[in-house]
């Protein structure tokens, strides 16, 4: 008996020996119809779920953590006295373990799914374990080593998480599940601003580590689900899933022939995540500081970086597809972190507004300045550019986590003015974002301004090129039979 599977339909053909194929209907659990895709979905996307409520896990214990060093303990502290650079070589450690993973992008490309699912589930949960531990015994050293492990994990588990979405989806469905993977993974880091300092404030620092390893655990749990129902929809579909292999190798590599507007779209990428997600690192314990707000307050505030992101990441992908203009909404985030950044250091308003800015500005950068490469590129080198800028963007990160940590560790000056320096250092950064969003939009217009199409001008465009190239089709066929038939006439001359 031969069986073949169209890999979207919802019917599989069956030939018996001698006889022709038949169509015969399938079940609502196999592979090729709807709810097994989004069940594939929805846990593909519990994959990081842990890996992002254990992220900023710092970020909202980080008055626990520095609490000897900053004056009173507080209620819940379990005597962690890091100072401020030690409290940011944290995020360091976990940026240079997901850099790791990054770097060796091809090796996880040509991994198998399901041992690469095994290895980075394993990796993260383990790393959310050795901070716990570390957190309840107070060792500096070994949560640093927990957080480079959940760096690696979590880079690892991103990069498949991205793979099996393009491997089970194509089309419009493609844009809604990264956008839905995107939304339940943001999910877990407002449940940490949410719930993690009440935790510390009830039960002492270590019970929001083990928390946060529960959480990890889960994530890993669905990484073993995930694995056998990819397993069993491969051998429903008697093939590999579509897309599954990489489009590019290391010999399709060749950033020398980047156009400037890719290494522009890369410092754009650089100076948004040094300046936003290093604030948003050290945005409870500036609440804390500066503003005066209880930790619960402060995480509370904070995670308006995250609110939005989640309710509206679903749609950015299709939103942005619809739309285009990838250029102007790059230079329109650049505008709403100078302006955030110059309310929090000069303006005499509510914390609430320039996060919630910061928080609109964060999906419209993921959305607008990620996708922007496979403009600017074609299949085979908007792979390795998207790759590139995930290298830069972390070492921004960490070189701005290290930054505020050298100011920070300046206490000739009272908390208020560190906090003054901290935040014009971030808005001239914010400043140079804008400057290098305005740079990519004049050199994307020299160029035929490929960010800035609509839907409906990409679609004319391509009309275009296509008339072009049957009007060259015709004359090059109307030259040829001229000069075959004035060949075939003697010259007067």
């Known amino acids: 008996m ?13 030939r018996a020996p001698g006889r022709d194929w038949e169509r015969v209907p399938v079940g609502i659990c196999h592979s090729s119809r709807l709810p097994f895709r989004l069940t594939l979905l929805l846990l593909n996307s519990v994959l990081t779920f842990g890996c992002m409520y254990s992220y900023d896990l710092p970020s909202t214990t980080q008055v626990w953590l520095e609490s000897s060093k900053e004056g009173e303990p507080i209620e819940g502290s379990e005597g962690l006295d890091f100072n401020a650079l030690q409290y940011c070589a944290l995020y360091i450690a ?22 690469g699912l095994l290895f980075f589930g394993a990796l993260s949960f383990g790393g959310t374990v050795v901070c716990a531990l570390a957190a309840e015994h107070a060792q500096f050293w070994l ?17 498949l998480q991205n793979r099996l979405v393009v491997a089970w989806f194509t089309g419009r469905a493609l844009g809604y599940a990264f956008g839905f993977t995107a939304a339940v993974t943001r999910v877990g880091g407002v449940l940490n601003f949410l719930v993690s300092p009440q935790i510390v404030r009830m039960h002492g620092l270590h019970h929001a580590y083990w928390n946060a390893s529960s959480l990890s655990a889960l994530s890993a749990a669905a990484a073993v689900l995930l694995i ?26 060749r950033p020398s022939r980047f156009p400037s507007t890719v290494w522009l779209l890369c410092l754009c990428v650089v100076c948004f995540y040094a300046t936003t997600f290093s ?25 308006f970086f995250y609110y939005l992101s989640v309710i509206v990441s679903p749609f950015m992908s299709t939103l942005m597809d619809a739309i285009g203009r990838r250029g102007w909404l790059i230079m329109l985030v650049g505008g709403l972190i100078t302006a955030a950044f110059a309310l929090l250091r000069f303006a005499d308003v509510s914390p609430i507004v320039p996060f919630t800015l910061l928080g609109c ?34 070492s921004a990160s960490a070189l701005g986590s290290t930054g505020i940590g050298l100011i920070r560790l300046d206490h000739e000056r009272p908390d208020a003015a560190r906090w003054d320096f901290v935040l014009l250092v971030l808005l001239c950064g914010a400043g140079a974002f804008l400057f290098f969003a305005i740079a990519l939009n004049l050199a994307n217009y020299g160029k035929r301004g490929h960010l800035n199409l609509t839907a409906a001008g990409r679609q004319r465009k391509f ?18 039979s001229v000069s075959s ?7 007067r001359f």
Request: proline content about 5%; overall charge negative; charged content about 10%.
């Open 2 to 14: 031969e069986m073949s599977v169209p890999p979207t339909s919802g019917e599989v053909y069956v």
């Open 228 to 253: 056998m129902l990819h397993t069993c929809g491969l051998y429903q579909l008697g093939e590999e899933a579509p897309n599954s292999k990489p489009l590019w190798t290391l010999q399709s590599i």
């Open 463 to 480: 009309a275009a090129l296509l008339l072009r190239a049957e009007a060259i089709d015709d004359l090059r066929l109307n030259y040829g």
């Open 94 to 115: 976990f940026v240079v373990g997901s850099a790791i993973i990054v770097g060796l992008v091809y090796s996880i490309n040509v991994m198998h799914i399901r041992v």
């Open 361 to 394: 500005a964060y999906p419209i950068a993921a959305s607008s300045m990620w996708s922007s490469a496979s403009y600017l590129l074609d299949r085979t080198q908007a792979g390795p550019a998207i790759t590139l800028m995930t290298l830069l963007q972390m």
């Open 143 to 159: 949560m640093l080593l927990g957080r480079a492990m959940l760096g690696c994990g979590t880079g690892g588990l991103t990069l």
């Open 485 to 491: 038939s004035r060949s075939a006439t003697p010259s």
């Open 279 to 303: 604030f948003v690192g050290v945005a409870c314990l500036y609440l804390f500081q500066a503003e005066g707000y209880t930790p619960e307050h402060s995480s509370f505030i904070a995670g």
